[in-house]
């Protein structure tokens, strides 16, 4: 702990953490999360202190979960505070799962961004398929190695680039609700082409993207959120992907939250995008 005193004046004492900055007036303290050497503003970096500040707010939102709750997801007890979330969640895996399962044949498939790896795991009972999942989050990724053990599943530490599964091709790579971590969406999908076989596909679930109209709006409700939880440079990490970025790529919408179908039925929130391969 590193303590530095302000000025006389105010007499307020300001106290450095690690991870958070504490002042303290009074009776009175405010208490706000800061990473102190946060000198790259994207997850495509390895970043410890992209874990660390992501890890806080994943606690703050309850969203970290015990072994017994991740053996079972995306099924979860009606009564937690994101029952609804994993109900979307288990529509939009479940969809995934069934498209991959009628191509009928043997299956590479990287996530990219797993987290706990509840959704590797899922993809991994797929018949005749290896599944790898990918992230720079220890925390998570040791407790997925721990809890989800198959024989066609295995987690690496690590983020994507050219040097992470060095000679490996893909059919399938997987970005579910993690392609807002990174900074570039050319720059990522472009790398991630250059990883799949002929013919494989990129899949973006659960990810909004937004009209040139709406990124503002995003960006400052993203910040507000953040704001709200007491770590306002997570809005720093989160970048809000335009859907004219898709344009350059050759892509197709497997499931449109405006449809008819999903506002009466499935009431999803999210795209469901495949990328493929030329």
Known sequence: MVSTPTSAADKTTCKVLTGYIIFIKGNHYHKYCVILTMDNNSLDTNNSDFEKLYLH???????????????????????????????????????????????????????????????????????????IGLDINSTELSQAKRVLKKNNLEFVFRTIDEQALENTKFDIIVFAASIQYFSSFQDVIDLSLSMLRPGG?????????????????????THNYYQ?????????????HQFDKLQPFKFKIL????????????????YWIAITHQ
């Not at 709200?228 to 809000?240: D, I, R, S």
């Not at 179908?261 to 999210?270: A, E, I, S, V």
Request: with cysteine; net charge positive; aromatic share 12%.
């Open 57 to 131: 707010i994943r606690n703050k939102e309850k969203r970290v979960y015990t072994d017994e709750e991740l053996i079972h997801l995306p099924d979860i007890n009606k009564t937690h505070i994101h029952s609804g979330e994993w109900r979307i969640r288990k529509i939009t895996s479940g969809r995934l799962t069934a498209y991959l399962k009628k191509k009928n044949k043997p299956l590479s498939i990287l996530e990219v961004g797993c987290g706990n790896g509840w959704l590797s795991a899922k993809l991994a009972e797929i018949q005749n398929t290896d599944v």
């Open 201 to 221: 596909e990129i899949h973006l679930v659960d990810t909004s993207f937004y009209s040139a109209d709406e990124v503002n709006s995003a960006a400052k409700r």
């Open 228 to 240: 709200l939880l007491q770590c306002p440079e997570m809005a720093a990490w989160y970048f809000h």
């Open 255 to 270: 499931a449109n939250p405006y449809s008819l179908l999903n506002r009466f039925y499935y009431k999803t929130p999210f």
